[in-house]
């Protein structure tokens, strides 16, 4: 059984072309109600319906802005590190760091700007049903994608000019948020990135799933915070860390950056979408009536 037939009522499946309006589909889909297994995949099949029909220079900006919005994760990171060394031990002051990295998170989901590793999850799924392209997710996924990247390395050279300059980071404290993502070995980066993929595209679920803005709010500094504890590579958070540190230490070239943008990006894909969208998808599908 296709999921088609737990959002919709028509007999076939309907593939979506990139100038049809979302607001044809609404009718197949329920309202933001429920919070079965099959009323989240009805839901967030919509929300890829609708960012997959998003005008391109809509989804640029909108990832633009998510790239800006999540550097505030990692300049509160340095923030935190340059005022508690000295005064905290190691493991209080990886706990505060940690929740300092999920403030640029919560910006950008709870902000609603198109962020990458929600989207390898999300706007897989009317693929799979059938109701869109996989020329519109490439589509969607190289707009969002470009735009997370040029955002996120303009907050990283902006902060690496202000935040010195202002007083509230060390110099060295940039290198040391690099250090973590770059001083490991591609695959196990490759296999830290996964598990990132993974926790995000379960933030975008569960996300759905959510019960109003406190709810959201505490599922994405849960989810977000887990990542920063264990400094797992997140392409676009990690552009913010890594060229802040390329920028500002002779240890770290960037060839070593694009390295880590490389890696980092498909073990965030494989996350999302392997472990959550295809195993969510099938569950959900194959569990129903």
């Known amino acids: 059984m296709r999921a088609r037939g737990l959002i919709g009522s028509a007999p076939n499946p309907h593939t979506v072309s990139d100038d049809e309006s979302p607001a044809e589909f609404e009718a197949d889909v329920p ?4 919070t079965s297994g099959t009323d989240i995949l009805a839901r967030q099949i919509r929300s890829g319906l ?5 005008p391109a220079d809509g989804l640029l ?11 505030f994760g990692p300049l509160f990171m340095g923030i935190v590190l340059t005022f508690t060394a000295g005064v905290y031990d190691p493991a209080t002051q990886r706990l505060l760091v940690a929740n300092a ?3 640029g998170f919560v910006f950008v989901v709870l902000g609603r700007s198109e962020l990458f590793t929600e989207h390898t999850t999300l706007a897989v799924l009317p693929v799979l049903d059938g109701r869109s392209t996989f020329a519109s997710l490439a589509r969607l996924w190289g707009l969002v994608y470009v735009g997370n990247v040029v955002g996120a390395s303009i907050f990283a ?35 830290g990135a996964v598990l990132a993929g993974w926790l995000m595209g ?38 913010v ?8 230490s002779d240890a ?6 694009l390295r880590f943008l490389v890696v980092a990006t498909t073990g965030n894909i494989v996350g999302g979408v392997v472990f959550v969208a295809l195993l969510k998808y099938g569950h959900v599908v194959r569990g129903s009536e």
């Open 31 to 34: 309202p933001d109600q429920g």
């Open 50 to 54: 609708n960012e997959l029909q998003r």
């Open 61 to 71: 900006l909108s990832a633009l802005s998510a790239g800006l919005d999540i550097g």
């Open 101 to 103: 990295y999920a403030i």
């Open 157 to 191: 050279a902006a902060m690496v000019w202000l935040a010195p300059a202002y007083g509230i980071i060390n110099y060295g404290v940039f290198a040391e948020l690099a250090a973590p993502l770059l001083h490991h070995s591609a695959p196990v980066v490759f296999a």
């Open 202 to 239: 379960l933030l975008s679920w569960l996300v759905a799933g959510a019960d109003g803005t406190i709810a959201r709010f505490a599922v994405v500094w849960l989810v977000t915070a887990a990542i920063g504890l264990a400094h797992l590579p997140h392409s676009i958070a990690g552009t």
């Open 241 to 248: 860390e890594v060229l802040a540190g390329v920028l500002t």
């Open 252 to 257: 770290y070239p960037l060839v070593a950056y």
